[in-house]
């Protein structure tokens, strides 16, 4: 029986090229190539079946409202929309983690400038300010002091409504690196350190990828935070604290481009295993 995977992209990076080529092993697999900007969606009814919907958006807002709509007709999508919500909103993924005693960074939410400044008054310099949607790196503030503090406040104000929540978070200072765990379904599969100069050690913003053994703790609190946001493929940052690890991020189309060679774990392979399984486990 042939399986019809709908496969959703924004542009063919890497990490596409790496999962398609995975998914053209399997003689009993069409692809089904969906473009998020080229393509468009009556809500009624789908251009034409598929099995599953393997989500993988650079957009964060395309993927989720995509998501919708193919869930809305009973295909299965991985990662869930419901999983893509709670990781791709920072405060949602934070309260989850808070909710669940899941170590994590202490947030302080914010809605005006005012009460943002007595926010991060109250959380101590340094702290870290961020946009609640996005990844990257992009966007994220160090804050040193109460002037710094008053200056980004009113820059954020002026980029609009999304901006004008302040998500303010305790600065954690980290050995000069922190990790980056790959979880799919329930285990742990393998982690790379990230280390830099900078405090953002996003290899996309320049921070080195070297393995990091997956250890029972790490193995047990990935668990325990992927399974708080729905589980599936999931990729989690890390730091380490005098009082242990703490989860900082945890991302649902996780890039991985820079850890197959580091860890020596075929990631694109076992993630399309866990696709496959996933929908031929519900037909």
Known sequence: MTTRVGFLYTRLRAEEKYLLDELEKHDDVDIVRINDGDSF?????????IDVLFERSISYSRGLYISRIFEAHGIPVVNSSLVAERCGDKYVTSQLL???GIPTPRVIMAFDEESALSAI????YPCVLK????????LLA????????ESLIEHKSSLGVNHQVFYIQEYINKPGRDIRAFVIGDE???AIYRSSENWITNTARGGIATNCPVTDEIAEIC????????????????????NGYTINEINHTMEFRN????TGVNIPQKMIEYVLQNVRQKT
Request: with cysteine; hydrophobic share 40%; proline share 3%.
């Open 188 to 190: 742990c599969i393998c």
């Open 223 to 242: 668990h325990r935070a992927a399974q708080a946001v729905g589980g599936g493929l999931l990729a989690l940052d890390l730091f380490e604290t005098e």
């Open 121 to 124: 008054e109250a959380m101590g």
């Open 142 to 149: 160090k804050v040193e002091n109460k002037s710094m503090a």
């Open 98 to 100: 808070a909710k669940n």
């Open 41 to 49: 969606f009556d809500i009624n009814q789908l251009a034409e079946p």
């Open 259 to 262: 850890s197959i060679t580091t």
């Open 131 to 138: 946009p609640v949607v996005g990844s990257w790196g992009r």
